[in-house]
């Protein structure tokens, strides 16, 4: 069994990543502050603040067999943790994210696809609040993981990562509302791409690209469905007796200030034209090296179960408030 290194491993991916080695038998040290909580039972947490220049030296050198580093929006963080540990490392898994792509628009894109032009500049230690630089500065993040740990490094471009602990209230959103039931207000889109890939299955997939020491550029997302098919498999697992689902169309939701995707007053997973690429990925290649997908019901019966945890009430980062959905059904 090996010995892992997770930077990170206190929320969502990274604990799951975390999790999915222990659970295969490897010993696992997380790297983090430990402010989004514990790591899982098992692993051990070295406290460091990647916001520090020398942070990871307590680590420096050592020898492991795995790394995974999931930086978000930081190239200093990502070329600190390759000076202290990329000579040693056995295998080093970088997460990146289908934000990398030029165009968000074009269906069935894959790897081979133009890249944003990589974001080098400086902007301080800390991860950038600059939500537009995220794609660049993840094509930079990948180049500088290819350029010193190439040779070994699997660079997973996650599309919407989904399932038990995501707090984008993305996903999420479906499962309660339809589990709330009454009149659910839906995207008159039925036939709009949709792909999503439950944080379990990511989780699994590199840590077996881990152990089998797989290298290379993937799209880490699931099969390509319809929101219109995606919406059917979450009513039929978790939808109450009594929803009855009102498509509204693009145009009047967008007349009534609703927006896509994510954010406040939104309809989470739909998308203008512009952007149908980016649940439309061509992920044979993922599904080829190795990343199983369970089916949605699974993730929609988790994702209640999380929304559950937080509280249904809770002020949401994305979705219509019932008063927002009242509104639009009057
Ligand atoms: N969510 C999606 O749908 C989606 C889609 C595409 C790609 N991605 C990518 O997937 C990855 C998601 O990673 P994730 O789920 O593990 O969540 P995350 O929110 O990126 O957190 C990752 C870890 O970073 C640690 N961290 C934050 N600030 C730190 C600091 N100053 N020093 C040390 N550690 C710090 C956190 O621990 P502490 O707070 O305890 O320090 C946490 O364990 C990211 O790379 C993201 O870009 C996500």
Not at 22 to 48: I, N, Q
Not at 161 to 179: K, T
Request: charged letters at 25%; a negative charge.
């Amino acid at each position: 069994m090996g010995r892992w290194l997770v930077l990170g491993g206190t929320r969502f991916l990274s604990a799951a990543v975390a999790e999915a080695a222990l659970g295969r038998g490897h010993e696992v040290v997380c790297a983090a502050r430990g402010a989004s909580g514990p790591v899982p039972e098992g692993a051990t947490l070295v406290p460091v603040d990647r916001d520090e220049p020398e942070a990871l030296d307590p680590l420096r050198g050592e020898r492991f067999d795995a790394v995974v580093d999931v930086a978000t929006m930081s190239l200093p963080w990502v070329h600190d943790a390759l000076d202290a540990l990329g000579a040693t490392a056995g295998h080093w898994t970088f997460v990146s994210s289908i934000s990398v792509y030029a165009d968000p628009g074009p269906v069935g894109q894959g790897v081979d696809a133009p890249l944003l032009p990589p974001r080098e500049a400086a902007h301080g230690r800390s991860a950038a609040d600059d939500p537009d630089a995220y794609g660049a500065i993840k094509v930079a993040s990948e180049n500088a993981v290819r350029d010193a740990v190439g040779d070994r490094a699997f660079v997973v471009r996650a599309g919407l990562i989904c399932g038990s602990g995501d707090r984008s209230d993305r996903f999420g959103y479906w499962p309660q509302r339809f589990a709330r039931g009454g009149r659910a207000v839906v995207p008159d889109d039925p036939g709009q791409p949709a792909q999503i890939v439950d944080v379990r299955d990511l989780a699994d997939w590199i840590v077996r690209a881990g152990e089998d020491g797989l290298t290379g550029t993937f799209d880490g997302s699931g099969p390509r469905t319809t929101l219109g098919a995606l919406l059917d498999e979450v009513a039929a697992a978790v939808g109450a007796p009594d929803l009855e689902r009102v498509p509204v169309t693009p145009e009047t939701l967008t007349a009534a200030g609703v927006t896509p995707w994510s954010g406040p007053r939104s309809l989470p997973l739909w998308l203008p034209p512009t952007h149908r690429g980016m649940t439309a990925h061509d992920t044979s290649a993922a599904a080829a090296a190795g990343l199983r997908c369970r089916p949605i019901a699974e993730t929609a019966r988790d994702s209640l179960a999380h929304e559950h945890a937080l509280g249904p009430d809770r002020p949401r980062v994305a979705g219509l408030t019932p008063e927002d959905e009242e509104l639009l059904l009057s």
